[in-house]
């Protein structure tokens, strides 16, 4: 298996570990029990469009937070980044090494050959690069894995 194939589905697995300990709250704008009950469960409780804040209860952290950091938390709900750690893990599926066919070919049997420059590019495909790219930051990533 390539480094690059085990790198991102240690990623993806990292992702997923993450979200699925995360699920115990909802995480959505507006929750008006937990402005009389502080039992709810919900992250954004009030959002304060006049100050750019909203109030925040629930988890180790309660407090205030800028309006786009409650709407990045909102989009970060573990129930979306589930469904996007099975969507990558489908195109990880979908874009095979050739090298694992009976041809045994160096190249992705959904792309096909690709290129860099006048050079073939074997596997892994563009788009398992580019599946990889948001982890650029980890410290296992390779620079010669970027597209």
Known sequence: MD???????????????IAQQAR???WHDGCPQAIEHDE???????????TGRVIVVGGESGGVLE???????????PKRV??????????????????????GQDYCLEC???WNGNQPRGY????IRLLALPYAGHPDY???WKP
């Open 3 to 17: 480094d690059l194939i085990a790198f991102l589905r240690a990623r993806l697995d990292d992702d997923e570990r």
């Open 24 to 26: 115990g709250a909802e």
């Open 40 to 50: 709810c469960g919900c992250w954004i409780v009030e959002n304060r469009p006049a």
């Open 67 to 77: 309006a786009a950091d409650a709407q990045h938390m909102i989009q970060q709900d």
């Open 82 to 103: 589930l469904a996007d750690v099975a969507a990558k893990r489908e195109i990880i599926e979908a874009h095979p090494s050739g090298r694992d066919h009976h041809e």
């Open 112 to 114: 096909g050959p690709s």
């Open 124 to 127: 892994p495909c563009t788009t």
């Open 142 to 144: 390779q620079e010669s």
